[in-house]
């Protein structure tokens, strides 16, 4: 018995176009499903408290941001704003003539801790600050009207 007879029937019984769409019909359905499971998922509104790690960037960098200052996301604002930032020198990892390994502030670099506050939606395991997902270790970008900045989330409080 051939795979695909002379007719284009699967082993003589179903025409492959039919079965393609019958197939296609199947994962459609699947999907729209998964679609309408995922969208039921609760989100939740709660005021979150992120601290994001700017290491290593220069002090007129670290100046432009500014307590009070509201972030953004794509061209709009958002209700977040900067509650503190701590600028502090930056440390980096260097060895001496004889081996030994050393850790020693930078002459210029700042490692910035920028505090933010706000409204964060929860859905189910994440949250979202506009299009930005907060998990302590995952990079975070603070955005301001002057600045924008790379940094890494360190601490999160959810009241």
Known sequence: MKLIDEKGRLFGTINIIDLLIIILVVLL???????????????????VTVTVRIPFIYPEEADSLKKGDQLVSGSDFIPFYIEDVIIKPAAYLTTTSDGRALLVEH???KDVFVTIKGKATIVGASIKIANQEAKIGKEFYIKTLKTELKGFVSGIDIK
């Not at 359905?29 to 005021?47: D, P, Q, W």
């Open 107 to 109: 002459p210029l670099r």
């Open 29 to 47: 359905a699947i999907g729209f499903s998964y679609k309408i499971k995922t969208k039921n998922t609760a989100s939740i509104v709660k005021e």
